[in-house]
């Protein structure tokens, strides 16, 4: 199998630094539109097959999103990996710059060149999705920093409603959701537009505990369940798949989760699990039987939260609503 020609690539919210591992060379372009056509021209000059060249990238939020549409544009293979990773591959290093980081990315590459997959277009309506989605949770994180404020005068200043810093932070409040509303309803035109999108919303929220705001989150992070194959790897990604920590016949430590995970996926699914714990049978029971026996009470909502995601991964492979069976279960 050939290897592609692996070019290592620092992004950062004005320039970019790439790095060839084979030819050991370094150029900067600016991030934008001007910038990007030198990238080509650097590849022709080296006299490099366009087809076998692979960029490897740190992800960067939208600090990468025009270049990843101009590499899709021109048909040049890219792969994205997560900077934890690459840090962790390198070992003891002293020092830190764009050009070194570049190196460094080139270099995993390099050594990872037969593991890489290259990152497919994403659907136009998916990418606006995943922004109007990540602007609504800024837009309410903002508006919780709000209401907290309003309660700290309140309690401790003993403000009246009627005072000017009470209103104006209460009319902010009011705006937050006025936009807040906004963006839940271009959501929902989105997701009634296509009808996998609209299909699987439903089927998401026949499962106990799953509300709109876990559905439209899961089928984001899952890509509209094209990038996770299975339920454990999305268990993985969320932080609450288990792992065993032992090592010979000393080390027995206790099976826990990982802490490196989507923290907000996380959230969702636990509250999820803390209200399927109330709403639906089995799941109560499972989980008094469980902590009655001697369980504790944060592993055994850990386990109803992948019982949740294993029943989300099954009403979408079935492509059927989750019907509850208690007696069966039980």
């Given at each position: ?107 995993y590459g390099f050594e990872k060149a ?14 606006r999705l995943q922004i109007l989605y ?197």
């Amino acid at each position: 199998m050939k290897l592609p020609h692996i070019i290592g690539a620092d992004i950062s919210k004005k320039s970019i630094d790439f790095a060839s591992h084979l030819f050991s060379t370094h150029f900067q372009i600016e991030n934008n539109s001007s910038g990007f056509p030198v990238l080509i021209k650097w590849i022709q000059e080296k006299k490099i097959s366009m087809s076998n060249v692979m960029i490897v990238m740190e992800h960067t939020g939208l600090y990468s999103y025009q270049f990843e549409q101009f590499l899709h544009r021109n048909h040049i293979r890219f792969t994205k990996v997560p900077a934890l990773e690459i840090k962790l591959s390198t070992g003891m290093v002293r020092g830190k710059s764009d050009k070194r980081d570049a190196y460094r990315i080139a270099r995993y590459g390099f050594e990872k060149a037969t593991r890489l997959v290259a990152v497919e277009p994403a659907d136009q309506d998916l990418q606006r999705l995943q922004i109007l989605y990540s602007t609504r949770e800024r837009l309410i994180r903002n508006k919780a920093g709000l209401m907290n404020a309003v309660k700290m005068y309140q309690e401790t200043c003993c403000l009246p409603q009627t005072d000017v810093i009470i209103k104006s932070q209460l009319q902010l409040i009011k705006n937050f959701d006025r936009q807040i509303e906004k963006l839940n309803q271009e959501m929902r035109n989105i997701i009634e537009s296509q009808k996998t999108f609209s299909d699987n919303y439903r089927l998401l929220q026949s499962v106990k505990g799953v509300g709109p705001v876990l559905a439209l989150a899961t089928i984001i992070r899952t890509k509209n369940f094209t990038c996770f194959t299975t339920a454990r790897k999305l268990a993985c990604c969320c932080g609450t798949a288990p792992f065993e920590k032992t090592s010979g016949t000393s080390v027995r430590g206790k099976t826990k989760v990982s802490k490196l995970a989507d923290k907000r996926m996380k959230t969702l699914l636990d509250l999820a699990a803390k209200s399927a714990i109330q709403y639906d049978k089995e799941l109560r029971e499972y989980y008094l039987k469980r902590t009655q026996s001697g369980k504790s009470k944060m592993s055994t909502i850990n386990v109803v939260r992948n019982k949740i995601l294993y029943r989300m991964f099954a009403v979408i492979k079935r492509q059927t609503p989750f019907v509850e069976n208690y007696l069966q279960a039980a």
